[in-house]
């Protein structure tokens, strides 16, 4: 999700296809298996932490840019000799399976992606919280901590919306990684942030973003026309970041391919238009996402407010429908595990939390992040999910658009290496 977006009850709109895609998948219950071609939308995807990730991205920016000791991961140092600003959007929803479905309403968009994109992966859970603050850090979940849309506070009955956070916990103790943010600014990067106006001194925000200043953006032309105005307004090496939400807020309420989604992707359009037409001749973007979207069909829904197997020793719920936590009443971990795995079968994988962390997801989860992850790990297959109609936001049971899961669908986002023409 968002942000902070609305939400509202809307129709359903069914599930997506396939995609000509080549990437690392593992079987639901398994380990690795070597890419092939051809994959389909649904297969499961491991996160490629420092080898092509999400939170690849500004380190190798930063390489770009000359500040010491800053890693190159994606090989950017020598596709862009001569840079010295680096414009970086992140799409909020854009997976790389959904570059062709936005194709005939983004014409430069779909351009641009021919001649210079590549798949990465975002991290795990493929959600946005987690996507900003890997991001940002360039760390993998388990390092930052931020390792899910909600997760319990350990040690408390507390479940916390890493959306709707603001002071509590303490975003500096919470997420303790300092950002690449902070480490460009620090060696004497010009660094700027532009997001919506009310994100500002969010939980999110500080916890992602920390570092250079901050200025707010409501709509894509003021993102467009503030992230250029940026890139020219100092002399020195220059890092400018700018997000926007929309297009997954109308996947969320409306579908993907829907009119509505339709209408945002040609706004996302416009914006990298203005972007990549406008660059400084020293300058290149950088374009990618948080995760990608799926539609899910009301009848691959389950509902653990309204199921008692599903509630049959739970103390709380965390995550979001694709991903669930579930953190259980003293002893009751295997039988939890045994009563999810026999209501959604070949629905999700269903797996305690050490074999989660073990199987490498979250890459390495220091001690005192462990607890964040449920005491069960529920990842959603296909375009299943699992709602919870009455202890979750009363409109997230109805929404059309999700993600959070492992597969092609959520974990795949592109990244466009465009130099200034």
């Not at 001194?201 to 200025?215: E, I, P």
């Not at 970041?241 to 509505?260: C, N, Q």
């Amino acid at each position: 999700m968002t942000e902070r977006g609305e939400v509202a009850a809307v129709p359903v709109v069914p599930g997506q296809g396939t995609a000509e895609v080549a990437v690392p998948v593992v079987p639901a219950q398994g380990g690795p298996k070597p890419a092939v071609p051809g994959q389909n939308v649904f297969d499961r995807v491991m996160p490629r932490y420092g080898g092509g990730s999400l939170a690849d991205v500004l380190p190798s920016a930063l390489a770009v840019l000359g500040v010491p000791g800053a890693a190159d991961p994606l090989g950017l140092v020598g596709r862009l000799d001569g840079v010295r600003r680096i414009a970086v959007l992140l799409v909020d929803g854009l997976g790389w399976h959904l570059l062709p479905v936005a194709a005939p309403h983004a014409p430069t968009l779909a351009d641009l992606a021919g001649r210079h994109a590549r798949p990465l992966t975002s991290g795990f859970p493929s959600t946005t919280p987690t996507s900003l603050v890997s991001l940002g850090t360039g760390a993998a979940p388990g390092r930052h901590g931020v390792l899910g849309f909600r997760v319990n506070v350990p040690g408390t009955d507390r479940v916390l919306t890493h959306i709707d956070w603001r002071d509590e916990p303490s975003p500096l103790r919470w997420q303790p990684v300092s950002t690449q943010l902070e480490r460009a600014e620090a060696d004497g990067v010009a660094v700027t942030v532009l997001s919506r106006p009310e994100y500002a001194g969010s939980g999110l925000t500080v916890a992602a973003n920390r570092g250079g200043r901050h200025l707010g953006a409501a709509d894509p032309e003021t993102l467009a026309t503030g992230m250029l105005a940026a890139l020219r307004a100092d002399d020195r090496r220059t890092l400018v970041y700018g997000y926007h939400p929309d297009l997954d807020k109308a996947g969320h309420l409306t579908g993907v391919d829907s009119p509505a989604w339709r209408i945002a992707a040609a706004d996302v359009d416009r914006l990298v238009a203005q972007l990549a037409v406008g660059l400084p001749a020293d300058a290149a973007l950088l374009v990618t996402a948080d995760h990608g979207q799926l539609n899910v069909p009301v009848d691959r829904r389950y509902d653990l407010d309204t199921d008692p197997r599903l509630r049959a020793g739970l103390r709380l719920v965390a995550g979001e429908p694709r991903v669930r936590y579930l953190h259980v009443e003293p002893g009751a971990t295997d039988d939890v595990v045994a009563a999810w795995r026999g209501v959604l079968g070949a629905g999700a994988w269903v797996a305690t939390r050490d074999e989660a962390v073990a199987a490498g997801w979250f890459g390495p989860v220091p001690e005192q992040h462990l607890a964040r992850v449920g005491d069960v790990v529920v990842a959603c297959h296909e375009n299943y999910a699992v709602v919870a109609s009455r202890t979750d936001h009363p409109i997230e049971a109805r929404l059309v658009g999700y993600h959070g899961s492992y597969t092609a669908a959520e974990m795949l986002i592109p990244l466009l290496v465009v130099p200034a023409r």
